[in-house]
């Protein structure tokens, strides 16, 4: 166990639908983060939350809209998603962001498949 | 911004046989360099990391250099075994606005033959 907990493990959603991703450290981590990993590509970062702000928008489509209501939490909303947005998303925290020897903490990530 | 370049994406070992992965990075500001293991069903997990003012790390049957003047790093694997067969990420850490950001790598796909 890495202290980090994704649910759902797996979604599976048409592209009208409204989900929600969820996410939750145990860390007492102050920086959460999103990231997607698809087939083939590397990692690639989507938010970055440090004290519950966003810090980081790594130019991600409007669909994808993300909430950090405290320090321990992170969740992704998902809507009008397409089929390209079919991975892995993968949450990770850190104790802070500013420490250049930073170490990630990762989730096991959802699943995600739009029909 | 930061670009990492790993190689190769899949790489084959006879059980007992050493397997090495480079990456290239393309900030010499870049000033961190860790090691993540993915295995399946699993978010990738910090194995080894080393600083820019270091050459070489060891732990155990894992090892990871780094040649700063030219912008490489590789992650070495002694003594392998079924259970190191995984995906490794390289990354390498630098600083922007936001803080300090890692750039992953593609990805090596380890497969070992027992």
């Known amino acids: 166990e890495t202290g980090v907990t994704q649910t759902p493990r797996h979604l599976v959603m048409g592209m009208t639908n409204k989900k929600s991703l969820k996410c939750e450290q145990h860390?007492?981590?102050?920086?959460m983060y999103w990231y997607k990993q698809s087939a083939k590509k590397p990692l690639e970062l989507m938010f970055v939350y440090s004290l519950e702000e966003r810090v980081e928008n790594n130019s991600v489509p409007s669909r994808f809209s993300p909430e950090c209501p405290n320090s321990s939490h992170l969740f992704l909303h998902l809507h009008t998603l397409q089929p390209e947005d079919s991975a892995l998303y993968l949450c990770a925290s850190s104790q802070g962001l500013h420490d250049p020897l930073e170490k990630l903490f990762f989730g096991s990530g959802t699943q995600l498949s739009v029909l | 911004g930061e670009n990492v370049e790993q190689h190769p994406s899949t790489l084959s070992v006879q059980e007992g046989d050493s397997a090495v992965i480079k990456c290239t990075y393309s900030?010499?500001?870049?000033?961190?360099f860790p090691w993540y293991k993915q295995e399946l069903g699993k978010g990738p997990q910090l194995i080894i990391d080393i600083r820019s003012n270091v050459g070489e790390k060891k732990d155990q049957r894992i090892a990871v250099t780094l040649n700063k003047t030219a912008k490489h790093f590789s992650l070495h694997i002694t003594e392998t075994q079924p259970e190191d067969s995984a995906v490794y990420f390289c990354?390498?850490?630098?600083?922007?606005?936001?803080?300090?950001?890692?750039?992953f790598g593609g990805g090596t796909r380890l497969m070992v033959k027992p």
């Open positions: 860390l007492g981590h102050n920086a």
């Open positions: 900030d010499s500001a870049s000033n961190y």
């Open positions: 990354a390498a850490s630098v600083l922007n606005n936001a803080g300090n950001m890692l750039t």
